[in-house]
């Protein structure tokens, strides 16, 4: 199986702060990552898909980065919306397996 | 708009079995493969596996082979994922999540909103 591992594992930052927050893979998995946003109670939420693209609908200040085992989630400019965890995702072969997540809180 | 819309939450004794029901709208069923990830209280989430409407065929994790079942009724456009044997670890929030795609590369949306299965003697 190929492990995901995120940090770090939690993060305190201020409104209009830039964050970033790392995912490196076991093995190489190319370009396949996805970064998913999920608040208390709810089923996450797609950001970035292919390490890269910006799913529609997702604002601008998200961008991803990285190929093969290394890749990061940026948040340009922190919004109060954006305090939530935050989890990686290989989808290069099964299992597919999530990063153990980032809680990002203020 | 696309929607997955899950049963609701399920109490079950030790040993039992849960049977979770995640019906599409918005798109046509048969023509993208459904994932079922669950999630403990406080954790990760985990993948558990996927199952193609079209054909029906399902790959599971091993962690969940012989004790999962997932299929699906196209007349419907529903999915259903059973989990055997329960014991205490398989209480969490379980998720059906479309998989949409582009090329060779795929990502988990959009999400049912959950199901929760508490595991409780």
């Known amino acids: 199986d190929i492990q995901m591992t995120q940090s770090p594992s939690s993060l305190s930052a201020s409104i209009g702060d830039r964050v970033t927050i790392s995912c490196r893979a076991s093995q190489s998995i190319s370009s396949y990552l996805n970064w998913y946003q999920q608040k208390p109670g709810k089923a996450p939420k797609v950001l970035i898909y292919?390490?890269?693209s910006l799913q529609s609908g997702v604002p601008s200040r998200f961008s991803g980065s990285g190929s093969g085992t290394d890749f990061t989630l940026t948040i340009s400019s922190l919004q109060p919306e954006d305090f939530a965890n935050y989890y990686c995702?290989?989808?290069?072969?099964?299992?597919?397996?999530f990063g153990q997540g980032t809680r990002l809180e203020i | 708009q696309e929607q997955l819309a899950q049963s609701g939450a399920e109490v079950k004794e030790p040993g039992a079995s849960v049977k979770v029901s995640c019906t599409a709208s918005g798109y046509t069923f048969a023509s993208y493969f459904m994932h079922w990830v669950r999630q403990a209280p406080g954790q990760g989430l985990e993948w558990m596996g996927i199952i193609n409407p079209r054909g029906g065929r399902t790959t599971y994790a091993q962690k969940f082979q012989g004790r999962v079942t997932m299929t699906r009724d196209t007349s419907t456009s529903t999915v259903y994922m059973e989990l055997s044997s329960l014991r205490s670890e398989d209480t969490a929030v379980y998720y059906c999540?479309?998989?949409?795609?582009?090329?060779?590369?795929?990502?988990?949306?959009?999400w049912g909103q959950g199901t929760l299965v508490t595991v409780s003697s």
């Open positions: 995702q290989q989808t290069y072969s099964t299992p597919i397996t």
């Open positions: 999540a479309r998989a949409d795609s582009r090329g060779l590369e795929n990502w988990f949306d959009p």
């Open positions: 292919a390490a890269s």
